[in-house]
């Protein structure tokens, strides 16, 4: 198992900037990617980066690429979502997510997640 806590969400307006956190305890040395998710009100649930944590390789959505920024603390264990420019459309609860279980390629741990709100 591995245990998954975000933190980092709150209120900010458009253009403004938040730093999202993902703690990971437990099973640790068994995630080879984790991710970040977010669900908007009315909205289904949608990848925003991942991130392979064995090799640091990053990929982005489309509608955050050049504004967020996927990183990690491999001695910690923390993933972060470095977030700028941000917009009303961004508003959502954010997720952070890990792929430890066979077969790769499937989340298999979710966080509870933080809500981040965008004012205009």
């Known amino acids: 198992q591995v245990q998954l806590v975000e933190s980092g969400g709150g209120l900010v307006q458009a253009g403004g900037s938040l730093r999202l956190s993902c703690a990971a305890s437990?099973?640790?040395?068994?995630?080879?990617?984790m991710g970040w998710f977010r669900q908007g009100p009315g909205k289904e649930r949608e990848w925003v980066a991942g991130?392979?944590?064995?090799?640091?390789?990053?990929s982005y959505a489309d509608s955050v690429k050049g504004r967020f920024t996927i990183s990690r603390d491999n001695a910690k264990n923390q993933l972060f979502l470095q977030m700028n420019s941000l917009k009303p459309e961004d508003t959502a609860v954010y997720y952070c997510?890990?792929?430890?279980?066979?077969?790769?390629?499937?989340?298999?741990?979710w966080g509870q997640g933080t809500q981040v709100t965008v004012s205009s």
């Open positions: 997510a890990a792929d430890s279980l066979p077969p790769p390629g499937e989340y298999d741990f």
């Open positions: 437990g099973r640790t040395f068994s995630i080879s990617a």
């Open positions: 991130l392979s944590w064995t090799g640091g390789g990053t």
